[in-house]
């Protein structure tokens, strides 16, 4: 087998070409935001905002900074300046129930008008009804009523009190009601002067006295039924009076409301409850300032009731509404019903009911941020249900779980057509499909971003717009075109492939912002590559103290790497370390023991816990790889151990498998390893090296070591073969390939790379099956023959002895 | 009737009105002689005057008790009810307390001088006789008489014939300060001295109506002219009015209603007679004075 050469310089980065752009700044370019690349989510977004059916709702699914957002809205401007402007909405008293507000609904602007004329109609209360309560007429009236019945009340008395006169007999107020005594002279009998009347005139006086009660006490009882009838007589009149005072103004106000059979209705009931409450108009000045906004629930506040609470007003709107909720919070959804303060009880009433998410983009979109909306208590179940019921209740919490105890409202639900958009990873909507029930009929449609994009001229092209469009809003200097092709090797870079670039928006014009501080500090009309790359390095340092000290420590030999010298049984890997927003690479020497055994390969960072599943399958894997290739004619009576040396912390994934295996093959074959080379890459049953992530920072992890220690020519990476398209390299790792004394070698089979590290070919099976003697794995395959051997000689020694 | 407003003009020479340097008040705890304390105590302060409180214990009721067949039938009781002495006794001091309490408050608000007494006996007659001692009486229209709704209470009726001293006699629901005042005036010294009175009791910035009663054809601009020259610079709205000569009580009352002022000044001593100003009393419902000088 035939070893691989080293990749050329081309090979380990892909420029970009700023002679490909038509334009030399990015001033050029209008600044108009394009999403490219991404065509199945827009695709899915057009879908879901097109589908007017129940429950094809959108979840916009995605790593953060993908574009989602913009995406969506910019998909949403260009549809809903279009769509119909939805009605507003309102709450108004209820007079039949005051537990449960009415919801009104509205054409567009006319909720506003509604509640500044019902304003302007109370106040104009205070005057119409005092002046028609004062009108002579109606004085006049009152009177006569009042009159009538005092009349009749008086004369009923009087004709008692002449009957009594008649026998002079007086009837006397006392200080409770009225007796009858006999008088003369205007002066009530003395007992004595009584006593010496004869004895039939006093029987006389006594009867008529008793008679006179008698008719006393009917009239009596008939003062109350006077007096109810003068009440109903006077209210009938109040009624009249209020009413013809009052018909005008209302029959302005609903004329300005033409056809709209609940408004109509609705002023209707407002007019009958005002004649029952005319009273409540009559009242000073000083009993009228109670009808302010803000002492809505205050105890007397009578006239709120006509007060028009107008929670969706869409009268200034420009088409469908586009919401975005902040902070999904229960009752920023649903809405709130507020409470006052009153004397140490919480008082509300329907003026107090504030409006949500819901109402605001109630005929239109909403837009909230999946992850916040499950942070939020009991938001999500909310959210479900208006969308299932397809209605606004709101419902307070506190209410709901008892966590207060005072009179509230249940307001009249709002008939709900939203269009609800979630954004979120994709680990939220896979969670919520595979758990929650509700979730598949409510969001039935996936708006998938991609992580990267294709490295095209189209999406080359898209990215000079963004870094055109986040220059120009956010007033930054502008680009040259080789600052642009700088930006796009970066989203290459990010992408961890040199055919694709980074969809992370977000990243990108984090470095636009970056590159215009330094481009102004550098006294940049536009910014060039250079500030670009010094943005990039700038970030690069400020997040790598970590690196720093570990490299230190290398250096210092405190964390022990060899690079210069050949060992038996140890190896250089590479890990990647992700810390904050940097990940780097650095080597770890990688040891394997043999002794003789039973086959086993045992993997330390498994023993104490501190490996991964996935690593501890790779380790497992290659046993699979040397039972296979040198277990077939004997046992394999080793037993082998693999550790990464210095190693305090976790340890996972398989990128080590093949490093793993080169060590332990040197351990077999006693033939010492190179060790200016570091390995990476994962290893199959078959020998095949495969991919593996992060190939960037492991070879720059590794070539900064080299570099600090003195580049002699020597030193490389063996990487599978799989990975060359990841390679976008730092410029002075592809500087150093350039001039031959840094290499990356790129390999396909495990048999290629340990030719690579120990100078000695891993030989092929001659046609007896047995490998070359002086190669790799005929050395192995006698090293194991020898084993076996003299684990066949200990067993039977054993057993003999046994015996 | 001829209306005719004037602005208010020099001071001339005037008829001093009646001294009132004590005012009587009967106070029977009824709506009315609440209304009366209350302006007694406003004039008292006004005119620097002593304020009396008057309350009588009613003989009649005290002796109808002691009667056998004595009982009382209550509005709201379904039966009529003995009436024990000793409760009465006890309600009338009850009343008694109230009043005087009444009085105190009124007193205390207006900063006045004052002094209350009981009087056992016959109400009428009692409260002429106490006010015999003070310069004004003020009474309510009605008291707690049972059919005296429209028309003057026994007290009322009886301070008029038998007392020749000024009389105040207030209606519920008359506040002093928000009313214009109305004065009948026919050229007679008796009808300047209410005019006088009349001046005094009006508050700043309320109307002044006079009703001028001329004696005989073209009296009325005389008397106008007499009479402004009468009025202090204060008063800045006075308001004329010309009446025809009439001498029903009836006639008159619906010439004052139609000025619809507050209360009215007259006296019994003028030009008209005496009955038909009894008369005008008796049927009109406004708070009156009738002024004896």
Redesign the interface.
Known sequence: MSIPSALPPEKVYRKCDPAEFSFATTEELDGALEITGQERALEAISFSIGMLHDGFNLFALGPNGTGKETAVMHYLDTIAPDAGIPDDWCYVYNFEKPRHPSALQLPPGKACKLSSDMDRMVEALFSVLPTAFSSENYQAQEKIIRETFQDQQSSSIEEIEKRAAKSDIALIRTPAGFAFAPVKNGEVLKPEEFMLLGENERDKIEKEIESLKNAMQSVMAQIPKWQREAQDKIKELNRQIAGFAIRPLFTELTSGFGSIEQVSAYLDKAEKDIIDHFDHFLEKESTRQEFLPGMSAMKGSFFNRYKVNVLVDNGTAKGAPVIIEEKPACQNLLGDIEHLSQMGTLVTDFTLIKPGALHRANGGYLLIDARRLLMEPLAWETLKKALRTRQIRIESLAQLYSLISTVSLDPEPIPLNVKVILLGERMLYYLLSNYDPDFGELFKVEADFEDDLRNTSESRMGYARIVAAVAMEGKLCHFERSAVARIIEHGSRLSGDAEKVSAHMQSIADLVRETDFYARKNNRRYATAEDVQQAIDARIMRASRIRERIREATLRNTILIDTDSEKTCQINGLAVYGLGGLSFGHPGRITARVSIGKGEVLDIEREVEMGGPIHSKGVLILSGFLAARFGIEQPLSLSATLVFEQSYSGVEGDSASSAELYALLSALSETPIRQWLAVTGSVNQHGEIQAIGGVNEKIEGFFDLCRARGLSGKHGVLIPASNIDNLMLRSDVVDAVRQGIFSIYPVRHIDEGIELLTGIPAGEPGRDGLYPEESINGKVSIRLKEMALKMKKYSSESNGNGE | MQERTHSNRKNHEKPGPPEIRSIAVGIDCSPHSLASLKTAADLASRMHAELLGIFVE????L??T????????????P??EK?ESTE?ER??RS?ARQAEASLQREAEIFRVRHSFSVRRG?VPKEVVAAALQADLLVLGRSG????C??GLGSTARNALSGSLKSILLMHEGYAAENEAVLVLCDGSDASKAALAIAIRMLRPGNTLHILLLPQYEGHEHLLESELSGQLPPGILRVEYHVLPPVSDSRILARYIRMADSGLLVLSDRMNLPAETVHNLINDIDYPILLVRS
Not at chain 2, 58 to 61: A, F, S, T, V
């Open positions: 009613d003989i009649n009721l002796r109808l002691e009667l056998p067949f004595c009982q009382e039938i209550r509005q709201y009781s039966a009529p009436i009465l309600m009338l009343q016959n707690r008489s049972p059919t709704r429209k």
